[in-house]
């Protein structure tokens, strides 16, 4: 596009009307006036966390649930609420947040601890120290606060899985050695089955209470997105069916009231972008094709080089030979021969079975076990995905590995 051009596409921008009024109203973080169909969630925590406006530690508690069900926003609500109460009533409580799927931030145990630390009012650096050294500045900085402090940890699935979970037993004995203050855990997690791999003597420490968040149904989403329209969008900017069609789309897909926010929120920009005046169905058709399309290339992207290497494989098998399922013997063979080409050093079949996995619990693959009788087991694998977004893949891989 000409300089010239492009000046004239930003001054069109200028002018045309918006059918946003508040795009952030759309994303997760904003915070709406009343959160719809999680009451008894919120009274479940509030009456949790109640006690330590008494000075007494709360219970550990976990809130479990699928991606996109409310447990950050619903944490973040009652919390507020909490300390509101505290500071008025001039009772000592400290609320730490803490986001462990945030690189750099929560990825390791130090980084956690440096992080929790500094929240703390402690100064102490993002690395350099001995683990006993970063254990002590924070158990210094409890020391030094009363009353009761509550560590909300975020995501904490991806980082015990990443570090294992001797930090958490180390978090739920400290009460045993502070004398003035008192902490509690509040872990969200987004794997239900999240305590079952932790050591037994890690999840009798923690002793929680739980918390369920189920999927929202399309009759709840659609009312969560008519409550965010009125905030987000001028008023007649969206055509009949759209939230309806957002509401249904996200309820298929795990109830995910994040996805819902998303696709009305891209199918809006997508209307703006095509200068129209309203947004209809049709945007959310292209939204929910944009949004599927960046979160595979994205993952994919992210994936270990090998990663990228078998999955290159699956997609080539199911081209050549035009199957819709292919076995994951096949798929060992071909990915063999494809590193004896590309002198790339190859997996035991084992950790491909295993890379396997990892994709078809990211969604980029839907890999299924199928029983052969006194043949034993073995794996079913196909893939879901538009041409489009399998062009892109395999652009990646080949770039990648210079195919």
């Not at 966390?49 to 007494?56: E, F, Q, Y």
């Not at 409890?142 to 009353?147: E, S």
């Amino acid at each position: 596009m000409a300089q010239g051009d492009l000046k004239s596409m930003f001054s069109n921008y200028l002018e045309q009307e918006s059918a946003f009024k508040n795009k952030d109203a759309l994303t997760p973080q904003w915070k709406p006036d009343e959160i719809l169909h999680r009451d008894q969630q919120i009274d479940d925590l509030a009456s949790i966390l109640a006690p330590a406006l008494k000075g007494n530690d709360p219970s550990n508690v976990f809130l479990y649930g699928s991606v996109g069900t409310g447990k950050s926003l619903i944490v973040k609500h009652v919390t507020d609420e909490l300390k509101t109460v505290a500071q008025n009533e001039d009772v000592d409580l400290n609320i730490l947040y803490i986001n462990c799927k945030m690189k750099k931030v929560a990825d390791t145990e130090y980084r956690l601890l440096a992080k929790l630390a500094e929240q703390l009012g402690e100064d102490v650096p993002s690395t350099g120290l001995a683990t006993e050294e970063i254990y002590n500045r924070f158990f210094e900085a409890l020391q030094n606060m009363n009353g009761v402090v509550i560590i909300a940890l975020d995501e904490i699935d991806a980082l015990v899985k990443k570090v294992g979970d001797e930090f958490l037993y180390n978090l739920t004995r400290i009460n045993d050695d502070l004398e003035t203050t008192k902490v509690s855990i509040l872990g969200i997690s987004n794997d239900l089955n999240f305590t079952e791999y932790m050591d037994s003597r890690v999840k009798s420490s923690l002793s929680e209470e739980e918390i369920i968040f189920p999927p929202y149904n399309a009759l709840e989403l659609r009312e969560i997105l008519r409550a965010r329209t009125g905030e987000a969008f001028v008023e007649s900017a969206l055509k009949d069916g759209v939230i309806s069609k957002c509401s249904a789309l996200a309820a298929h897909e795990h109830g995910d009231a994040r996805r819902a926010l998303d696709l009305l929120r891209v199918a809006g920009e997508l209307a703006e972008r095509g200068e129209q005046e309203k947004v209809g169905k049709e945007h959310v058709d292209m939204a929910q094709d944009k949004i599927e399309r960046d979160r595979v290339v994205e993952t994919v992207r992210s994936q270990p080089k090998q990663s990228k290497l078998v999955l290159y494989t699956i997609l080539d098998i199911i081209e050549e030979e035009d199957e819709d399922e292919i076995a994951t013997g096949d798929v060992y063979s071909r990915y063999k021969e494809l590193c004896s080409e590309l002198d790339v050093s190859e997996l035991t079949q084992r950790r491909v079975s295993g890379l396997i996995s990892e994709l078809d619990m990211l969604g980029v693959i839907n890999a299924k076990v199928i029983s052969k009788g006194r043949y034993g087991r073995t794996r079913q694998i196909s893939v879901d995905l538009s041409q489009n977004i399998r062009e892109q893949i395999e652009e990646l891989v080949e770039e990648k590995f210079y195919l």
